[in-house]
């Protein structure tokens, strides 16, 4: 049977907190940006492509360290923040923005998969039946990409679950703070007689990513029976 | 219609320079795949930007390079029925059909829903999904959507291709009548010389990134009658089928014609190639072929290496083909009475 501490509890609850919050604010922006690397043409557009994916291969704790210089007290976006008021850095908002820099490629990656399998013919005709682009946009692009969009945000979230590196860097590891799953299991497993509390988080851990993958196979099948 | 294009369009190693002023309110684009037939329609539509040049509709600039004026596709007013149907799959029949028809000008609304369902034949299928229908079916919605639209011109770029020979000669009267109906001039794009006569009158030739000529499309029949393997395909509408022997008899200008593919519906239309009449001077005596007409030459022409025979016949008209030397044989020439011979079975329905 597994027990759990309040600890553990709020680790559950604030992972399942970051993991949402950073997927719904990378949604809009994730959809855009795939919308402009798709059918965009402009210049330093591989450039671009090139920045989005970086988080991909660089390692985790080097983004949670720049992240860290750029948000810090004494950075160049944390000074200005700081200057309005607004702490960044060791808190839950960290978490966030480590988990949302850390799983946009792949959000973004999955939209844009879904985006070019669109038949450009329908996008033509939508604009010659008198549609704006951005009318194009929402009314044939947005419900013709649900697939990517949802395979995206189940990706993301998933990885945002497990993100480690970036986030203990930019936002410590402060129980009941920004301690969320992964962290607490690192806490248990450099404490001496933690074992099974660390097995206990491992296996939350492994239900609820198994739980996102299940679910999201469920959703993609309904897609798939409906088109 | 007027449309006058002098715009040009690079692509590395091909170029596409239309330089033609016309008029009229059936107008063929004709040439085989890939000389430029579709980047001028793209060009025309707004889907596709000329490097330079001008395009006027109906007297309004739609592009100027040197102005840099360029009309977005969506304020051109100009709709396209496309090779592929290309409906909004995740639309239901009636949604697709109000798509162009919701973001139009209610100043320039002139086409009514349900007068345009019927006359298309679509009632039933309104509030089905777009992925269930039939090829022709979904042709028909795609015609539908881009006549409620309201456009000012439509662009119809290949919109048979993708059927098979029954399909086609379903839709060609749905094409022409629609636009016939509710008065919308089209632009026809094909590289089928059967469907341009069915489909328009005048005709542009293109040809290598090149307009070569604007001519009409029976004369663009008969220059291509020596250099087709088909030769010229005579259509020939008949009426009143009746049963004889077999066969069928229908009414075709003064006389009857036989036919072996008939059926009993009161209107048709067959092909016959000009390979498929044989020409004689004197009426033959006993002779398998079940049509001998009656023909007077109205003129000859050259084709390749084949002289066409254009005949009047019984108030109708045919073209035949033949040789040189049997053009010097029979005497042929305007004004020559001859018998022109066709087997039953030598005529094909179309559709």
Not at chain 1, 113 to 125: G, N
Not at chain 2, 68 to 84: D, L
Not at chain 2, 118 to 136: I, T, W, Y
Request: a neutral charge; one cysteine or more.
């Amino acid at each position: 049977m597994l027990t759990f501490s309040p600890a553990d509890y709020e680790a559950i609850g604030l992972s399942v907190k970051v993991a949402v919050t950073a997927t719904l604010f990378s949604l809009p922006l994730g959809f855009l940006l795939s919308y402009i690397l798709t059918y965009g043409t402009f210049r330093g557009k591989m450039f671009v492509e090139v920045l989005i994916n970086l988080p991909l291969t660089l390692p985790p704790v080097v983004i949670g360290y720049i992240l860290l210089l750029l948000l810090g007290r004494h950075g160049w976006l944390g000074g200005m923040l700081e200057a309005a008021g607004i702490r960044i850095i060791f808190t839950w908002k960290a978490a966030v923005i480590a988990s949302a820099v850390v799983g946009f490629p792949l959000l973004v990656r999955s939209m844009r998969i879904c985006m070019e399998s669109i038949d450009r013919q329908l996008i033509h005709a939508s604009r010659t039946l008198g549609a704006h682009w951005y009318d194009t946009l929402f009314t044939i692009i947005l419900p013709l990409s649900t697939r990517g969009i949802i395979a995206g945000s189940f990706l993301m979230f998933a990885r945002s679950l497990g993100e480690f590196g970036a986030t203990i860097i930019v936002a410590g590891n402060i129980p009941g703070v920004t301690q969320t799953i992964p962290l607490a299991i690192y806490d248990y497993a450099a404490s001496p007689g933690s074992e099974s509390m660390a097995l206990t988080l491992c296996v939350v851990s492994l239900l609820l990513s198994l739980g996102v993958l299940i679910f999201h196979e469920v959703i993609n099948k309904k897609l798939t029976r409906r088109s | 219609m007027e449309i006058s294009i002098n715009a040009e369009k690079n692509y590395g190693d091909f170029t596409m320079a239309a330089d033609i002023k016309m008029a009229g309110e059936r107008i063929g684009v004709f040439g085989k795949s890939g000389c430029g037939k579709s980047t001028l329609v793209g060009m025309i539509a707004g889907l596709i930007n000329p490097d330079r040049g001008e395009i006027y509709l109906d007297g309004e600039c739609l592009f100027d390079g040197g102005r840099r004026i360029n009309i977005p596709p969506e304020r051109r007013r100009i709709a396209i029925v496309f090779q592929k149907p290309s409906l909004f799959p995740h639309l239901s029949v009636r949604s697709n059909l109000l798509y162009g028809l919701k973001r139009s000008n209610p100043e320039n609304r002139t086409i009514d829903f349900d007068t345009l369902v019927n006359a298309l034949n679509l009632e039933r299928l309104l509030d089905r999904g777009v992925n269930n229908l039939s090829g022709g079916e979904k042709q028909r919605v795609s015609l539908g959507r881009a006549v409620l639209a309201n456009p000012r011109l439509l662009l119809m770029d290949e919109p048979l291709s993708a059927l098979d020979d029954t399909l086609k000669y379903q839709i060609i009267p749905y094409l022409r009548s629609v636009s016939e109906q509710f008065g919308i001039p089209y632009l026809f794009i094909s590289h089928s010389l059967l469907e341009m006569r069915l489909m328009v009158d005048q005709v542009m030739v293109v040809s290598d990134g090149r307009i070569e000529e604007l001519t009409t499309v029976e004369r663009l029949a008969m220059a291509r009658l020596g250099h087709s393997p088909v030769g010229y395909i005579n259509l020939i509408r008949v009426s009143s089928p009746r049963r004889v022997d077999g066969m069928f008899a229908y009414r075709w200008g003064e006389g009857e014609l036989f036919i072996s593919a008939g059926n009993d519906e009161a209107e048709a239309c067959f092909e016959l190639s000009s390979k498929d009449i044989i020409l004689c001077k004197q009426h033959p005596e006993a002779i398998s072929a079940r049509n001998l007409l009656a023909c007077r030459v109205e003129s000859t022409f050259v084709s390749g290496n084949r002289i066409g025979v254009e005949l009047a016949c019984g108030g109708d008209r045919l073209v035949a083909e033949v040789v040189e030397p049997a053009v010097r044989e029979l005497g042929i020439e305007k004004g020559s009475e001859l018998f022109a011979v066709v087997k039953a079975v030598a005529f094909r329905r179309l559709g």
